[in-house]
């Protein structure tokens, strides 16, 4: 390098820059130095360091390092350091235009001891091979290094808000995938994720207006039908939530997973042959997942196919023993066939599996009302309420089971609380029709809601 004033690295950048456009007839695309930071010239470390702050591309090589035996060198150095703590500053810059090349694994450990980063494709790729592990918070940390240090992308910032959505930080992923659509307004997958997250945090109108989108870019995704189809469903558009599920079964026949959200739409609509039917396809394709059994058997209770119900609740318990949900619906299909004493031991055997489990208190009260055991019925309610306390099932129960104990005062409450706080028809009509035979003996003045 040509002599220059040390304290003046522009003018050594200078030189540089003209030495090389006299040779090379331009400037170098990229400037590689070799031992830059060892000392034997004064000037080089803060020119390049200048250049670094330029946006010169460089590529530094380093085998030898003043700190380690070079002593003199070193403290020259560091004279020339604009802030005498932080002598990495004039030694090794960062920045995503300046790269590090090292001889040996030795050095290597040395840099990245002191806080360089790495190769920022190096960096990408390890953060992408790290979402693949579910390595959230690591490759959370390698994209936030790549954005800062060699800019943004689409899919730098898709990477992040995938990193981010892993570790349920929703909101930060909403940023990045919302960025990743500015920097790319056609790219279907960014759209995708956003729904996904949207979803996820409620907002479900903007989840479906993201899926639109995804499909007018012309991605015919089988996936992307089925996530604007749960979207619907959340939001309530039943039949366009069937509208998409039968257009993941037109591109995917065997998707099981569709049959069974299909069902569901189906059941919620009270149209129960169709959601049988589309839960025998579930069983069909997947004969050992047991929630396909129950799903099924709530469907064929709900269609008065009682002991067809009961013949998959078995199957859903034999497959998956600690289910308490199916030990709940089959001891209310027993308790409905008069079976007290089976149906209590099923509620009994629920409770074993999960002590805090409201409806099998609810259920198991249900069977001691209709068999008389007022007390008994009270109690389970009592205790269903205690463990969740917005129950309205187990209000209404309790306050017919408070009626028929001639506790008037105690049933217009619950049968209040039902009008005040349900949002289901079936309760507020019931709720209704029980208040106004109570009111007339009772202290309040009565009260009635009509069904929303």
């Known amino acids: 390098m040509q002599s220059v004033d040390i304290h003046r690295p522009s003018s050594g950048v200078v030189k540089l820059e003209a030495a090389a456009r006299k040779e090379l007839g331009g400037t170098p695309d990229i400037w590689h ?9 004064r000037a080089v470390a803060p020119a390049v360091r200048m250049m670094s702050e330029r946006g010169s591309r460089l590529l530094l090589q380093i085998h030898d390092f003043a700190e380690d035996g070079r002593p ?44 360089l980063p790495e190769d920022g494709k190096a960096r990408v790729a390890r953060g992408k091979a790290r979402l693949t592990v579910e390595d959230a918070q690591g490759a959370l940390e390698d994209f936030n290094w790549v954005i800062e240090f060699v ?8 990477w992040r808000g995938d990193a981010r959505r892993m570790l349920k930080d929703l909101t930060g992923a909403l940023a990045d995938y919302s960025r990743a659509i ?5 790219s279907p997958l960014s759209y995708h994720k956003r729904g996904l997250t949207r979803k996820a945090l409620g907002e479900l109108g903007g989840a ?4 639109n989108k995804v499909i007018r870019l012309r991605m015919r995704d089988p996936s992307v039908y089925f996530n604007r189809a749960n979207a619907r469903r959340a939001y309530g558009d039943l039949t366009g939530a069937i509208t998409d599920y039968n257009e993941v079964l037109r591109l995917r026949r065997k998707d099981a997973h569709a049959y069974f959200a299909r069902a569901g739409c189906y059941a919620q609509l009270g149209e129960l042959r169709q959601a049988i039917a589309d839960y025998n396809q579930f069983i069909m394709l997947a004969p050992t997942k047991a929630e396909g059994y129950l799903a099924r058997g709530q469907a064929k209770r709900a269609y008065s196919d009682l002991s067809g119900a009961i013949a998959d609740f078995n199957q859903a318990i034999m497959l998956r023993p600690a289910d308490y949900d199916a030990y709940c619906e089959r001891g209310r299909v027993k308790s409905v066939l008069g079976d007290t004493g089976g149906a209590v031991e099923d509620f009994n055997q629920a409770l074993k599996v999960q002590p805090r489990y409201a409806p099998a208190y609810c259920g198991r009260g249900e069977t001691w009302l209709n068999g008389g055991q007022l007390d008994k019925a009270i109690a389970d309610f ?24 001639e506790d008037v005062e105690g049933a217009i409450a619950d049968f209040r609380t039902v ?32 069904p929303e």
């Open 33 to 41: 130095f070799h031992n830059h930071s060892l000392g034997k010239n």
């Open 72 to 115: 003199g060198n070193y403290r020259l150095l560091m004279e020339d350091a604009v802030d005498k703590d932080k002598p990495g500053d004039l030694l090794y810059p960062k920045a995503g235009h300046v790269h590090y090349a090292a001889l040996n694994s030795r050095d290597v450990e040395f840099l990245s001891e002191a806080g």
């Open 382 to 405: 009592d205790r269903a309420i205690e463990l969740s306390p917005g129950y309205m099932q187990a209000y209404r129960c309790r306050g017919e089971a408070k009626a028929l104990a």
């Open 419 to 450: 009008l005040d706080r349900s949002t289901d028809r079936g309760l507020i009509r019931v709720a209704n029709e029980y208040l106004a035979e109570l009111e007339p003996f009772g202290t309040a003045s009565p009260r009635r809601r009509a």
């Open 151 to 158: 800019g943004e992308s689409a899919e730098f910032r898709r």
């Open 208 to 211: 479906v207006a993201d899926y």
């Open 182 to 186: 500015e920097l790319d307004p056609e």
